[in-house]
């Protein structure tokens, strides 16, 4: 069932190597500051939540996402929805920082946590349960398994992810449970949120960063999924080692003695317009 092509690896081992070496590099110049810490953490996760909600069509901006989260405002125009889906997905994170850990074994609760905190006040009757009927995916060049193989599914993906019987790296391995997790495509609603932060289960329990998938490379993004349905996994393995290297880099040059000066994500935002109306 796994049809894992594994031909890219050659052209993508110095990339693999170098972002091995940024991981090394963060790991032994911990601790970080604890400021520095919680500003980035604070920060990623806010851009995390921007970048994977508007993957989906939500249309708050970056700078509206840091105030609903931080602020407690509601955005004038915006659907009660995109507000819920902005607050459920920062606590998400949340859950998500909560339970990893270098010692974490990847489980099916974790992930139907991580889905029922997702689609929280949005569709309670299906959040955290897997799909009980068919689906269709737009733009997408394959059609989910039927509802009663997704249980066996997905405890067969968690099965290989934890064996990992291809001796596939951390990047690698994460690169395929994204993408066998969207194949899969267990839940109704909120399946592209929820891979998205379960993947990074996998990286953040050997020391990477989170991986944030950016809006501007929805198009890749699809692309590169679609090919992986026939076991081409170099575009998505490709566009997952930039996404990792992006975050690396924020955190290293935060560290002591850097010539670079971090840069908080939500000052980048600051004078976007931002229409208000109230506390909440």
């Known amino acids: 069932m796994w049809k894992i092509d594994l031909g890219y690896r050659d052209e993508m081992q110095s990339t693999f190597e170098r972002l091995f070496e940024k991981k090394q590099h963060l790991q032994s110049s911990r601790p970080l500051p604890s400021i520095a810490l919680h500003k980035i953490r604070e920060s990623l996760s806010i851009e995390w939540t921007y970048n994977s909600n ?97 249980s066996d599914l997905l405890d067969e993906l968690i099965n290989f992810i934890n064996q990992n019987p291809l001796q596939l790296n951390d990047i690698e391995l994460a690169t395929v449970f994204h993408h066998k997790l969207v194949w899969i495509h267990p839940f109704f609603d909120g399946n592209g949120r929820t891979v998205r932060l379960a993947m990074n289960l996998l990286l953040m329990r050997v020391g990477f960063p989170p991986a944030i998938i950016l809006k501007n490379d929805r198009k890749k993004y699809y692309e590169a999924l679609n090919q992986a349905n026939s076991g081409n996994y170099q575009k998505l393995t490709l566009l997952m080692s930039q996404a990792l290297e992006r975050t690396l880099n ?11 000066e971090y840069i908080e994500i939500s000052s980048l935002v600051k004078n976007q317009a931002c229409p208000m109306v109230k506390n909440i």
Request: charged share 25%; aromatic share 6%; net charge negative.
């Open 250 to 260: 924020i955190y290293i040059n935060a560290l002591p003695g850097n010539d670079k």
């Open 54 to 150: 508007s993957i989906e069509g939500n249309t708050l901006s970056l700078r509206e996402t840091q105030m609903v989260i931080q602020e407690g405002i509601t955005i004038k125009g915006k659907s009660l929805r995109e507000h819920f889906e902005t607050h459920n997905h920062d606590k998400a994170i949340d859950y998500l920082y909560s339970i990893v850990s270098e010692n974490y074994i990847l489980r099916s609760i974790d992930i139907l946590n991580l889905h029922e905190l997702v689609l929280r006040s949005i569709e309670d009757d299906f959040a955290g349960r897997i799909r009980n009927g068919g689906v269709r995916i737009s733009g997408a060049n394959f059609t989910p398994p039927n509802a009663n193989k997704v």
